[in-house]
C-alpha cells in the first residue's frame, strides 16, 4: 500500500512540475485567444487546422515559458511566488527543462508550419522575442513590458493567420487590441506584486514606483485599450467589423475595466490593482467571445 502511494505521489508531483514548467494556465489562455482569431478569420472551419494551431500554439507558449523559467532560475529563488517553481525547488534539472523546452519549440514550429509557413513564422518571432529580447531586459528597464507587449499581441493575430495564411489589416487590429491591453494587464500584476518583484530585481512598472505617474500610465493604456478595441465598429479593418450592438456591449465592457484603471489612480492600492488585472482578463475574454459571436451571428442572420 505505501509504495501503491509513493508512486502516485511521483506520478502526480510529475504532472504538476509539467504544468508549472509549461504555466498550462497561461498556455490554455494564449490558445484561446488563437482560436478565437481563427475564428474570426476562417471561411470554413476546419478542424484538422484548428486542433494543429490549439496544439502548435500550446507547444510555443509553453516552451517560452520553460526558457523564461530557466533564465530566471536564480532569481525566481528570491520571490515567494517563485521559489516553489519546480527548477528553483530542485524538483527538475536544468536539463530537462531545457530539454521540454527544445522539444516544444521544434514541434511548435513543425506543427504550425503544416497549417501554413506564415503562421510558423510569427510563431517563431514570438518565441524569440519573448526569450531573447523581453527576459532578460526585465532586470534591466521598465520598457520591458513594452517589448513584451509584441510576442503577447501575436497569438490573436496569429489565428487569423492560420485561417487565411496573410497578413493584413484584420489581423494587424487584432494584434493592436491585444498588444494595448498587456500594458494595463501587466502594469496592474507589476503593482500588486511590486514587493515579491523587487525582490528579484524585476523592473515591471513605468516610472518604477507604485506612484500617480505609474496610475496615470495605466489609465491612458486602459482608454486606449477599449478606443482600439471599438475600431472594428467603424469599418475601416477590412473584412473584420462588429455590429452596433457588439460595438455598445464590448463599450459597456470597457466603462467597467476604466472604472478599475480610475479606482487605481485613486487609492493607488495593491488590492484595487489585483482586481484591475483580472477584470482585465475577464475584458479580453469576453471582447473575444464578442467578436466571434458577433461574427457567427450575422453568418447566420
Sequence with gaps: MEVTHVNTSVKFSVIQD????????????????????????????????????????????????AFNQIIERDLDKLMDRTKNRPIPSGRMTVGTAFSIATVFTLAGITVLYVINPITAMFGAIS??????????????????????AFPGGIPFMLGWVAATGSFGIEPGTLFMIQFFWQFPHFWAIGWFLYDDYKKGGFFMLPTGKRDKGTAVQILLYTLWTVVVSLIPALGVTGTFYITPISALLILVLGIFLMRFAMRLYKYRDGKVAKQLMLMSVLYITLLQIIYVADKFIRLWI
Design 18 to 65: 509539467f504544468k508549472e514548467i509549461t504555466k498550462m494556465r497561461l498556455s490554455l489562455s494564449v490558445v484561446f485567444s488563437s482560436i478565437a482569431g481563427y475564428l474570426l478569420g476562417v471561411d470554413v472551419i476546419s478542424g484538422v487546422d484548428l486542433f494543429l494551431l490549439a496544439i502548435g500554439g500550446y507547444f510555443m507558449v509553453g516552451a517560452s515559458n
Design 127 to 148: 518565441i524569440f522575442l519573448y526569450v531573447s529580447v523581453y527576459t532578460p531586459l526585465k532586470t534591466k528597464t521598465p520598457l520591458s513590458v513594452f517589448v513584451g
